[in-house]
Every structure is written in structure tokens, then in C-alpha cells.
Nanobody, 115 residues
Framework: QVQLVESGGGLVQPGGSLRLRCAASGRIFSIDVMGWYRQAPGKEREWVAGITSGGSTNYADSVKGRFTISRDNAKNPVYLQMNSLKPEDTDVYYC?????????WGKGTQVTVSS
């Protein structure tokens, strides 16, 4: 099992920045890919960014150039640096960890971009 805990969400003005953190515990050696997703009420969960165990990163077009996914060491923790935030970035952001067998989710952290 893998447990994930997100932190770092909050209220920020348009154009501002936030850094989300995802701390993993448990069988972290089994994780292949970690990523961030987001979801607004009544909408489907949307993939935002991902980082592989080899360090390769990928981003949704909507956040490319504004968001950066990174990690401190081999796999943990994982960060999402969010710059130039827009009101449409307002969502609950979830951390995800994928192993060969299954995926795990955190409980999410709220990000609100508003003046």
C-alpha cells in the first residue's frame, strides 16, 4: 500500500503562485509514476502533470509553461510549483501514485484563485 498526503493549497490572487507538496509513505519503492490531477465540482478529474521514476516530466497543455512538477530525491516528496495562476485553475488538487499493479490517491488540497 501507498499513502499520499497533499498540502500547500490555499487562496491566492490571479497571477500569484502556490507550491503543492505530496508526501508518500508505505511501499514507495513500488511507485513508477507520480502525478497531480485536479477536479472541480460536477466535473471529471483532469490530469495536470506527471513525473516518472526516471525523472521524465509531462504536462497538460493548459498548465504547460506555468506549472512545474519536481521531487527532492528518488521518489518523495513530489511538488507542484504553480505560477501565473488563473481563476480557472481553481480546483481540488489530488496527488496520484501509480505502481505496476494499481494506483493510489491522496485526499486532495483546495486551490482557489480569486481576487
Amino acid at each position: 500500500q501507498v499513502q499520499l498526503v497533499e498540502s500547500g493549497g490555499g487562496l491566492v490572487q490571479p497571477g500569484g503562485s502556490l507550491r503543492l507538496r505530496c508526501a508518500a509513505s508505505g511501499r514507495i519503492f513500488s511507485i513508477d509514476v507520480m502525478g497531480w490531477y485536479r477536479q472541480a465540482p460536477g466535473k471529471e478529474r483532469e490530469w495536470v502533470a506527471g513525473i516518472t521514476s526516471g525523472g521524465s516530466t509531462n504536462y497538460a497543455d493548459s498548465v504547460k509553461g506555468r506549472f512545474t512538477i519536481s521531487r527532492d530525491n528518488a521518489k518523495n516528496p513530489v511538488y507542484l510549483q504553480m505560477n501565473s495562476l488563473k481563476p480557472e485553475d481553481t480546483d481540488v488538487y489530488y496527488c496520484n501514485a501509480q505502481t505496476v499493479q494499481t494506483g493510489f490517491w491522496g485526499k486532495g488540497t483546495q486551490v482557489t484563485v480569486s481576487s
